[in-house]
């Protein structure tokens, strides 16, 4: 058996569950979908604003895409929460790893003379 495997425990499985949601979510984009009011017009207009090399850009949505896109932006903001999970996880897998390796020297150092 590999000593420096991980076996699977709470952050491992929990770690595999967001991956696979992650392979479930379909398309993306950045950005937030806001209405803007437009002159003479009784329904919004929709513009998608995000950052692109740290400048905030609009871009227009055409009424027909509105609610595509917005399913989009959701996807995305679900795509970043499981990345947040994931990223929790792994770090903890490696605290978990750390902490088994120093028990292990510890326990070795005892039971040598």
Known sequence: MNPNAILPNRHTLARQAALRQIAQIGPFIEGSLSPFKRPGCT??????????????HTLYVPMELVAQVKQWTLNYRQLKRLIRQV??????????????????????ALMSP
């Not at 329904?43 to 905030?56: I, S, Y």
């Not at 770090?91 to 292990?104: C, F, K, P, S």
């Open 43 to 56: 329904q919004p207009g929709w513009h998608l604003t995000f950052k692109a090399r740290g400048r905030t």
């Open 87 to 108: 990223t929790r996880h792994s770090r903890a897998l490696i605290h978990g790893h750390l902490a088994n390796r120093r028990a292990a020297s510890r326990s070795q």
